[in-house]
């Protein structure tokens, strides 16, 4: 993939990242078509999350104690 946007960054498929996320495959494509978890479509059937792009989107996610202390 050299110069694509990958990139020489590790690829995961939409079930690879929905199992790191702890997701159904339904979910994480949701957030996919929600422009939420970016990810790219190398073709019709194959779509890919980087998991660079996968660990921001886990970090954006990060709770504070005090969340969970307000409820």
């Keep these: 993939m050299g110069s694509s946007a990958l ?7 939409v079930v690879e990242a929905a199992a790191e996320l702890d997701v159904s495959e339904k979910t994480a494509r949701r957030l ?3 422009g939420e ?11 890919y999350v980087r998991r660079r792009d ?3 989107f886990i970090e954006s996610r990060r709770t504070t104690p005090a969340a969970f202390s307000e409820r």
């Design 54 to 56: 996968l660990n921001a």
């Design 7 to 13: 990139g020489g960054d590790q690829k995961l498929t």
């Design 32 to 34: 996919i078509k929600h």
């Design 37 to 47: 978890l970016p990810a790219y479509s190398i073709s019709e059937r194959k779509t």
